[in-house]
């Protein structure tokens, strides 16, 4: 018999609304002493069943809901099934942007909570972020080789999140011959680099894709500076596109050697490249007091909130870069500017961007509005799902 967790009053509603997560203290008690990661039933006060899922006794984020399908057992089936509905909800966009390199699990906004997979080419690279996915691990890896048998599977679950599900970082093989890194896969033509071992999470931020194509509108015969450019998505986008000049800007040294390759690879004009090892915040304010200006200034940070504790500081470096870029951009230029964290919401963002302006003594138009892309879904239930907010700034 499965433990049992009871909700306490009216804490039944989200799930009731099929939001897939139960906060410790919206739980009254349990029945039973499950283990960690094990799957219990979940009831609410007045005994109605609500869903199984997984328990997490260490997480503020108690029990993450696997179904809400009283008749669904969680086994090999279940997590066939969830694969294979992944992939169809993907054919669309890989066929559209000519993907080899893609999302083909987004966690909870795909029914399967604490699992990402992005795939390269032939590699599913996967992160196991919660007690929960990790308790079903050898399920989760048994399905994803009877659904792509050929494919290697590979594991960068090294992440601090684990850390609050009490698991501890782990990286590595887990299936089949890891290919030479890096390696090349494709996106809307271009050859993108991605080192599934050394890189930033699964190695490249595929969120972005719709993004630099939208980007690459705004920069033909333009100065652009592409702010955390990591291995130079934006920038290779730009030069495509016939920008006269493209600047990467990165504190990782080994991801602005990729973003250099990325050019030779795609046989792009590197005469109009220029990779720059810096701390965006100091070299923006060198530009400024330099005067350099530019056309279009790309903002793409690393997320800079994981908590709300750290939420207003958060929005002072937002709000920093923000101003300091449109004081660098020339008048009718555009800023695109990016928020990958998910505490800040579009409002927020925009407010910030709206603050920043005011702050730059520049007026500015939001011309577009962006998001993640469409292997990013997000779950109408899940909100939390949409982490990726951008603005097209047309500054004055
Ligand atoms: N725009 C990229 C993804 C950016 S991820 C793309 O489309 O692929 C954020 C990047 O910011 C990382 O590459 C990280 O190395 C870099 N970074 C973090 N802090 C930085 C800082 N202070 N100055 C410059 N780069 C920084």
Known sequence: MSAKVILKKARDKSLLRRHPWIFSNGVERVEGNPEQGSTVEVYSKEGKWLGRGAYSPQSQIRVRIWTFDQQETIDLAFFQRRLARCQAGREHVIEQC?????????????????????????????????????????????????????????????????????????????????????????????????DVEKGHKTGAYIDQRDNRAIAAKYVKDKRVLNCFSYTGGFGTYALRAGAAEVINADVSAPALALAQKTAELNQLDLSKLNNVEADVFKLLRQYRDNKEQFDVIILDPPKFADNKAQLVGACRGYKDINMVAMQCIKPGGILLTYSCSGLMDAPLFQKIVADAALDAGRDGQIVEKL???????????????FYLKGLVVRVW
């Open 98 to 194: 000519g993907l080899t390199g893609y999302r083909l699990v987004a966690g909870e906004s795909d029914g399967l909570p604490g699992i990402t997979i992005d795939r390269f080419n032939n590699v599913l690279v996967c992160q196991i972020l919660s007690a929960g996915a990790e308790a079903q691990r050898h399920l989760l890896i048994e399905a994803l080789q009877l659904q792509f048998p050929q494919l290697t599977i590979y594991e960068r679950s090294d992440v601090e999140v684990r850390k609050k599900e009490g698991l501890t970082p782990t990286a590595g093989l887990i299936h089949g011959e890891l290919p030479p890194q890096p390696m090349t896969f494709m996106e809307n033509g271009l050859k993108l680099l991605v």
């Open 371 to 385: 998001t993640q892309a469409a292997d990013h879904p997000i779950g109408c239930a899940y909100p939390e799902g």
